[in-house]
């Protein structure tokens, strides 16, 4: 017995830890925690990104349906249903009011092609910002240069720092 048992444990020591291998690289995409929530709360609509995570977040009406997406991965709470690992329906863009974006840290792009009235915090880092036609309201200013703003449309208001390239389509800078 005493061969069979140091023939068993030198063959299943070796499998074992390939075993532990392929299954740390397997993880799927989906047990990965994702870079942004969306919710909607009344008539309000949220796309919140997680801190820690370079966050490329985008806003569309699809079909009549506000879609958020996040290409580093979108978790649905209350008002939303999973389109995919990275997208979210928040309902009908007739009964949302407003989007509100959170960037969080890091260097975000968020791109709304809605006519929404929009609210952008883009939080620290250098960051993209690009709306759509709705009254929006921007916030760039983190005490830091470099930031991009485009407002396409609407009367926008953008609170930005000295350095941040503001598009002229940008009505009232602060």
């Not at 985008?58 to 079909?63: C, E, H, L, R």
């Not at 809605?114 to 709705?134: F, I, M, Q």
């Not at 916030?139 to 396409?152: E, K, L, R, Y």
């Not at 720092?161 to 800078?173: F, P, T, V």
Request: net charge negative; aromatic share 4%; hydrophobic share 40%.
């Amino acid at each position: 017995m005493k061969i069979v048992s140091s023939t068993l444990k030198r063959g299943v020591g070796p499998a074992l830890a390939a075993g532990l291998v392929v299954t740390a690289l397997a993880t799927p995409a989906a047990a990965q925690t994702p870079g942004s929530t969306a919710f909607r709360v009344f008539g309000t609509a949220f796309l919140s990104a997680r801190a820690g995570v370079a966050n490329h977040m985008t806003a569309s009406v699809v079909s009549g349906r506000l879609v958020l997406m996040d290409t580093t991965g979108v978790a649905v709470g209350p008002g939303c249903t999973r389109l995919s690992a990275t997208s979210a329906d928040c309902g009908s863009a007739a009964t949302v009011g407003r989007l509100a974006i959170g960037l969080a840290d890091g260097n975000d792009s968020f791109q709304g092609m809605v006519t929404l009235r929009t609210t952008v915090d883009a939080g620290p880092g250098v960051d993209t910002v690009a709306t759509g036609s709705g009254g929006d309201t921007i916030g760039v200013n983190d005490g830091m240069p470099g930031d991009t703003v485009s407002c396409n449309g609407g009367s926008d208001v953008v609170f930005r720092d000295a350095g941040d390239s503001i598009a002229a389509d940008c009505e009232r800078r602060f």
